[in-house]
């Protein structure tokens, strides 16, 4: 069985990607800003859990420092959803949503990349895009962007840890956590979203956690430098309804 480091233990997607590691038997370190849920966490899967707020200067070296021996594979589950149009988006939006989920997923590997390469077995790092990278979605510009580099770091460290460390990356539609009630905070909103997809529903955290396990474990053992997308077709497909 494999020891696991998820940052994003909010009661999303971070948390869904846990439950479901634990269910299998793996040992796992959550690490989020939330204290009461982190401490949910810890008590539900026996885990340890370490209180980092990911934009603190440090915090993410922090974090990897209080973990002792290798791991088998890192989850950096932080992410954001700032909707504007383009013309009220400000500097500080981009700079944000770029040191959020670009530069944060990048520290994250780079802090734990040691104990990944000591991993037996080889180890896996997953990371979070979004369909709206190439969709091209409007209000979607700083998050589009961010997402965006998280695509070209995915297949950046993929090649140069390979095959040690394989590196991916998923790239959801729009799932139904507390996150996403920014986009989707209303029945009707979530309906109208709902439809947009082939198959016509929000995502759930378990369908992400579900490819994530694949993904970090011996299953996807012959994948790396891949953004698969769980979005209900939305990035492939339309379909006409009447």
Not at 37 to 53: K, M, N, P
Request: glycine share 12%; proline share 4%; charged share 20%.
């Amino acid at each position: 069985m494999g020891r696991y480091l998820i940052y994003g233990g909010n009661g999303g997607i971070g948390s869904a990607i846990a439950r479901r590691l634990n269910g299998a038997g793996h040992e796992i370190v959550v690490a989020g800003r939330n204290g009461d849920e982190l401490g949910r966490i810890a008590e539900e899967f026996s885990a340890q859990s370490i209180v980092c707020d990911v934009m603190e200067d440090e915090a993410i070296e922090r974090t990897a420092a209080e973990i002792e021996g290798p791991l088998d594979g890192l989850v950096y589950a932080v992410g954001s959803i700032n909707l504007k149009p383009f013309a009220r988006a400000k500097p500080e939006d981009f700079v944000g949503d770029f040191r959020l989920n670009a530069v944060g997923a990048a520290r994250a590997f780079q802090a734990s990349s040691d104990a990944l390469m000591k991993a037996e077995n080889g180890a896996s790092a997953l990371f979070f895009s979004t369909v709206a990278v190439d969709q091209g979605f409007s209000a979607h510009a700083s998050i589009a962007m961010a997402k965006g580099a998280v695509v070209g770091l995915t297949r950046t460290l993929a090649t140069e840890y390979a095959p040690q460390i394989r590196v991916n990356a998923i790239a959801p539609s729009l799932i139904d956590t507390p996150l996403g009630q920014t986009v989707a905070g209303n029945p009707k909103m979530a309906d109208a979203v709902a439809k947009m997809h082939a198959i016509p529903r929000l995502g759930r955290p378990d369908d992400v956690a579900g490819m994530a396990e694949v993904l970090l474990t011996e299953a996807g053992s012959w994948i790396t430098g891949q953004i698969i997308g769980v979005d209900g077709g939305r990035s492939a497909i339309r379909v006409m309804r009447s």
